[in-house]
């Protein structure tokens, strides 16, 4: 919304406190909705998403019907679809991949037309949002052209071997595509991709647990959906590595809950009771994953008292001052505040990515005052910027790392704290 606000520029002197700017042809749509139908810049990012995703249901619906389905289950698989926290979040957020992904469903009707020019057409625009939503499409594309008999044994290999390459070289990636690994550990990947288990727009678990009974459900049939298993596989390995990759799957996993659903009412139970039990939790389940997950994104941050903090944090600040923060609070700073920070959510080409977010990682947890004033000053650090939410996630206590030199230290001086909001003035 800031960029799309501002004229066209090659820099962008709030971002990492100054980078050259990656082009994204979102804040281009949203300045033409803006002048289009004369309204705020705020209202298009809310209305943009809601409009695309009722194209994206109503085109998903077009594609199940071209592959045969009747409309009974066509609706149920869209309704699946709807209530997933997933596409909740794509949809009811403004972000890059809304784009990307309604060209996605552009290109597979055309790849059912048979039309592979204007399916590569699609996905080559779908570039103009971002690099890692094209990246993602345009494999999709590749398996999927090369899903011939002939070839499709060389599918499944040749994806894993994509994966252990990409594994090897992202050390050397000029985006630092590694730098989305960070967190490591199967329990905390695993609770990414599951929203009920704290997933920012993972999956919901009931669904989960209904689409694998649908690959059961399609390995009766075996290799006959050898390019089914290998664009979900694709899919996967993808989103451990940019978790937003589960934007494209949704899609495919409606089918698979579809079909787990089918399964559930073929299986032979022992007892009629437990079958038809069986069914209603795991359907309710499924649709009340998606109910929960509105309520909690609708309470999510930043609210209304964090908007008047930054808001206000705006006036009182100094405008050529930079801002240290988490990350996280990197967008919120910029957008809302108008102030630069040392580090946002924006990693593609961000300068000396890792080096930023292993000093900010330093300073949180360090209580030598020599340290914290050196990376500060290395970073031309005017204010510090923390809301009571982060404060939470970083420590435990408020005698804990950078906060014991906030608190005690002279070096810093508090200068704001409302709205949920605590701003210190570093004094070098």
């Not at 709030?14 to 749509?29: C, E, K, Q, T």
């Not at 709807?82 to 992904?101: A, E, R």
């Not at 994806?159 to 090897?168: E, G, K, Q, S, V």
């Not at 204010?383 to 070096?411: R, V």
């Amino acid at each position: 919304m800031r960029l799309a606000e501002a004229p066209f520029s090659s820099y962008d002197s709030l971002s990492y406190a100054g980078r050259n700017f990656v082009f994204s042809f979102y804040p281009v749509i949203i300045k033409a909705f803006s002048v289009l139908f004369g309204v705020t810049y705020f209202f298009s990012s809310k209305a943009i998403p809601f409009i695309m995703g009722l194209l994206s249901v109503a085109l998903f619906y077009i594609i199940l019907k071209k592959l045969n389905l009747r409309i009974r289950n066509s609706l149920l698989i869209c309704l699946i679809l709807v209530f997933s926290p997933t596409f909740i979040y794509l949809f009811s957020t403004s972000n890059l991949y809304i784009f990307p992904v309604f060209l996605a469903l552009i290109a597979f009707l055309f790849l059912l037309y048979d039309k592979k020019i204007y399916a590569l057409l699609m996905i080559l625009l779908s570039f103009f949002f971002g690099i890692l939503p094209g990246v993602a499409l345009l494999l999709l594309y590749l398996v999927y052209i090369f899903r011939d008999k002939k070839v499709r044994w060389f599918v499944v290999p040749l994806i894993l071997l994509f994966a252990i390459m990409l594994y090897l070289v992202r050390g050397v990636l000029p985006f630092g595509l590694e730098f989305f690994l960070r967190h490591e550990g199967i329990n905390y990947a695993f609770q990414n991709f599951i929203s009920d288990l704290g997933g920012r727009f993972g999956l919901g678990i009931f669904a989960v647990i209904l689409a694998l009974l649908g690959l059961v459900r399609l390995w009766k049939k075996k290799y006959d959906n050898m390019v089914f298993y290998s664009i979900t596989i694709l899919l996967l390995i993808l989103s451990l590595f940019e978790i937003r990759t589960l934007f494209y799957f949704i899609f495919l996993f409606s089918f698979l809950v579809f079909f787990g659903i089918l399964y559930l009412f073929e299986f032979e139970f022992q007892s009629k009771f437990i079958k038809q039990f069986s069914i209603f939790v795991l359907i309710l389940g499924l649709f009340f994953s998606g109910i929960s997950y509105i309520n909690e994104l609708k309470h999510s941050l930043p609210d209304q008292e964090l908007l008047k903090g930054l808001d206000e944090f705006e006036t009182m600040s100094d405008p050529e001052a930079v801002v240290f923060s988490h990350y996280s609070r990197g967008f919120w700073v910029s957008g809302l505040a108008n102030r630069a920070v040392v580090m946002d959510g924006d990693f593609i080409f961000a300068p000396k990515v890792k080096e930023r977010y292993k000093d900010s990682e330093a300073l949180f947890e360090t209580r030598d005052i020599d340290f914290a004033m050196n990376t500060l000053k290395k970073y031309n650090v005017k204010y510090i910027l923390f809301d009571k939410a982060i404060e939470g996630t970083l420590w435990e206590g408020d005698e804990e790392g950078l906060l014991f030199l906030l608190k005690y230290s002279e070096k810093f001086k508090k200068i704001y704290n409302a709205h949920n909001l605590d701003v210190w003035e570093v004094i070098y």
